[in-house]
């Protein structure tokens, strides 16, 4: 049984946090605050989530996941970078700047990517990024939507991308909806593909969708 675990316990990590745990999985969801940690447990949270703070959970997991937000990303989990060595980080993240309603508005990294700043800054930790071109409840039910989506993978590691994919299977995710992009410098396309979001969601609002490639 592999041990994941999530930094951030927003509704993206606890949306993961209950897929996974429901797969099999142990699952560690990291809050900031330690006092949040003996609050009430997340919305339809299952048996094998349990709560930590970020360095602990970074420090005892398998897999971490980076579901924090991007724009602040680098600078929290450069912070863990001792704790995240030899690890497999797993980025479903976008670093942007937000546009005046709120919504995600010009990128971060414009010509590059937060998954590569945070391979750059973590240098003994394997990122994989995937999962960041969709609305979060696709990324546990992608058997929702009505055309079969697109899950992109990109890293330097072959095998922390094929221990991802296996994860993605768990979340529900067919190996004909997997694509390997390629290397962690593909990322920069996929992060860029969050423009697309907030003109969707200001027509449609928050229903699931994915950005996905057609065949």
């Known amino acids: 049984m592999t041990t994941i675990g999530i930094l951030g316990a927003g509704r993206v990590g606890t949306n993961l946090a209950d897929k996974l745990a429901s797969s099999g999985h142990q699952v560690v969801l990291g809050r900031r605050s330690p006092k949040e940690q003996t609050g009430a447990p997340a919305r339809g949270t299952v048996t094998g989530v349990s709560f930590a703070d970020h360095r602990t959970t970074a420090r005892t997991a398998d897999i971490v996941i980076n579901a924090t937000p991007g724009d602040s990303s680098l600078d929290r989990l ?77 890293g330097n590691d072959g095998h922390a991308k094929k221990t991802v994919t296996d994860m993605l299977g768990d979340l529900g995710w067919r190996p004909a909806w997997i694509e390997d992009l390629g290397d ?5 396309a996929t992060e860029a593909m969050i423009l697309l979001v907030p003109h969707i969601l200001r027509r449609h609002g928050f229903q699931p969708f994915a950005v996905s490639l057609a065949r």
Do not use: H, W
């Not at 060595?85 to 980025?91: N, R, Y």
């Not at 962690?184 to 920069?188: E, K, M, P, V």
């Open 184 to 188: 962690i410098t593909t990322a920069r």
């Open 78 to 154: 450069t912070d863990l970078r001792a704790e995240l060595a030899g690890k497999i980080l797993v980025d479903v993240s976008n670093a942007t700047m937000d546009a005046a309603d709120g919504l995600p508005g010009a990128l971060c990294y414009p010509g590059s990517s937060l998954a590569e700043r945070l391979q750059a800054a973590l240098p003994d930790t394997r990122v994989v990024k995937t999962l960041n071109t969709m609305l979060f409840t696709v990324m546990t039910a992608p058997e929702s939507l009505a055309t079969p989506p697109t899950a992109y993978v990109s």
